[in-house]
């Protein structure tokens, strides 16, 4: 057992009751646990202002002095302690509301003191309430220090485990700790980049001399904490591809008739790169695992379609599977166009496929005769086995699909399909690095030529009646209108009358139209009605909530209005905003919000007016909201990270990731002396943090 391991509960100070509360509120239960609770921001305690100094914008000041008189006032709950505070050069006052018969018992007047705390302006006097105040003492006189603002629970603070309590805390074990703190990262790395070592680090990401060493601290840990990730999502990846084999598909003859005869467009340079890489992995003797993401719109069916000709080609079949049922039907009516051009056989299976008709899909599936079999999770089911499944394609929103995605593969008994992950959410190449960084990636990162750019434009409620007008015209012309409604509250209930509410107004002011409405309580039978009599262009105008987000494909449909905007994410919108521009018409989408925003907000609707580059709108999205948030739950495994900020901190990311690849391309097993310390680190690792088997 490393000294790591021992029980907080030992750390002197701490003992059984705190260890508990240390437990439930921190998930700190060893020493190595405490040691990485670092802080999340630091006060400067490096300098000292003079009262003239003290502005109102100060988040916090330290200054020194003496108080000179104490003075009462107020009864009972308004009782309050005023202290006169000065430095020589002025005099501010200091408030105590509580623990009054303490301060009066401890603080001294006419001796120095030291105080820190948030300054606030009342009329001419500035005052600090509740001041953290110490006696002046010969070290702070000569260097002060940056204090550490550790993560703390409410519970925390009633049990009287405070900041101060916690920095105490980590000073006792930093008395013991750092003999046992072992450098992590080989030498030749730390020298690379200029890198301190782990020790220095550990001392200094907990108590910095100064902003300069902290940086240091900082950058050092972020780094191992990123190089670590990476270097086990790599290593993951590393041991698949050797342990899978892959079947090797290199006719391509189905390929030429496709090119030769049925091709409806020439390939973007984006999507033919795209092919090619699949098309390399498919000849390795190796079995692929590859991501492949485009924006909407960027093409990906066909690219889709081209790499299932490859296996076909090769006497297999191919599976594609997606998270709705909606969602199935789309891609089996998208790819179907092209399979019956080449007279090859494809079929759907989703939950509702009646008995019947998966017979015949079972039996076409084993018989050998069924090629493409698109579907929802339909397709994980024990009944459905194939003759020879050569590519398993699978289309997931976001990163949850791993379980599943393995249960596929294992649909051939004796090597297992190519995989390829296919997502219409662009992800920032970050954060793909991560969620994603097992998989090779390929990106179509550019929309077929002659599309019209979505003209997006951000108005304000009250130009309500100018956007009604605008929508009359464009129904006059022949196009049809979204109009999106947000769920806003907890309450479904109160989301619906919000919706009523949009539609009556709606109804009001466009008579002669017949309007569709679509929400999530309705039964499948009602919105797959008023799906289809939009998609027929009997209805003009289509006021929904953001069900419409997937699964929508109404070429003649041009504008978009999404009310209330300011509440959607970015991502969101720009889902949303992809369900026009897919006809030859000039698209529009139209972010109405109330005028009161949030500066956040206002960044939220200038970047959709600026760009419709999926990629770029994800990257300012992760840098609002953070990775987490992002992404959903479900990644936190991966995205919990103890210093590091995906959203921040990509170049870090970026040279992590080099190194570790660089390292397991040279070393794969870790057996160079100079790697001794990766080899040692991993293995503790493998006992903590990253619930890894989730997402192997
Ligand atoms: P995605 O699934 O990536 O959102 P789709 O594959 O549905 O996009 O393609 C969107 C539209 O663009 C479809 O109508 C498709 O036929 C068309 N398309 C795809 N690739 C090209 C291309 N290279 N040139 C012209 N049109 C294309
Ligand atoms: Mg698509």
Redesign the pocket.
Known sequence: MSFFDTSIEFLKGVGPQRATLLHKELKVFTFGDLIQHFPFRYEDRTKFYSVKEVTEDMPFVQLQGKISSFEMAGTGFKKRLTGKFTDGNGILELVWFQGIPWVLQKIKPGMDYVVFGKPTRYGRVFSIAHPEIEPLTARQEKAGHLQPVYPLSEKLRKKRIDNKVLSQLLHELMKIAPSHIHETLPDYVLKKFGFIHKKEAVIHIHFPDNFEKLAEAQKRLKFEELFYLQLRLLKLKLVRYEKYKGEVFGDTSLLTKFYNDHL?????DA?KKVIREIYHDMKTGHQMNRLLQ??????????AFICILLVISGGAQAALMAPTEILAQQHYA?LKKYADAMELSIGLLTGSTKKAERKILHAGLQGGPLKILIGTHALLEEEVKFQHLGLAIIDEQHRFGVAQRSKLWQKNSTVYPHVMVMT?TPIPRTLAMTLYGDLEIST?DEL???RKPIRTTHQYDSHRLQVNAFLKSQIEEGRQVYLVYPLIEESEKLDLKHLMDGYESIARAFPDYAISILHGQMKPEAKEFEMARFVKGETKIMVATTVIEVGM?VPNASVMVIESAERFGLSQLHQLR?RVG?GAEQSYCILLTSFKLSSEAKLRMETMVRTNNGFEIADVDLKLRGPGDLMGTQQSGLLDLMIADLGKDGKILIQAREVAVDILEKDPELKKPEHHPIKTHLASLKKTAVNWSKIS
């Open positions: 409806p467009f020439s390939l973007t999507q485009g924006d909407v719109g960027s093409g990906k069916t066909i690219v998208g219409a179509i077929p030529k002659g494909d992809g897919r």
